[in-house]
């Protein structure tokens, strides 16, 4: 997954900050609007693109720490959220508390 690579240190190695955040909004904006597809919901999972998503949410880097890129991966989220599969994937990953961390 995209969004995991670019939490590698030697991934982004030399690539300036605003370089990095860039990857990380185009991808998100892609996945948002592949999440508006209804029947796309399950796809997020059998990929494995939940865990990831969340764990950009949780991230204290500076290059996850655009308002932007939160609210596209909160669109995301609520999106494929309708999938009952996803719903306890979410429950269980901690998603609700990661997004009340959002408004400290």
Do not use: H
């Amino acid at each position: 997954c995209a969004l995991a690579l670019l939490s590698v240190d030697a991934a982004t190695a030399g690539v300036p900050i605003s370089g990095v955040q860039a990857a990380y909004q185009n991808i998100a904006q892609v996945l948002f609007k592949y999440s508006q597809k209804e029947g796309n919901d399950a796809e997020f999972l059998s990929a494995k693109l939940i865990e990831p998503l969340i764990e950009v949410l949780e991230s204290t880097s500076d290059s996850c720490s655009s308002t932007d890129l939160r609210v596209y991966i909160v669109g995301i989220l609520k999106n494929v959220s309708n999938d009952s599969a996803n719903q306890k994937l979410l429950a269980q990953r901690g998603a609700v508390t990661a997004l009340f961390k959002l408004m400290d």
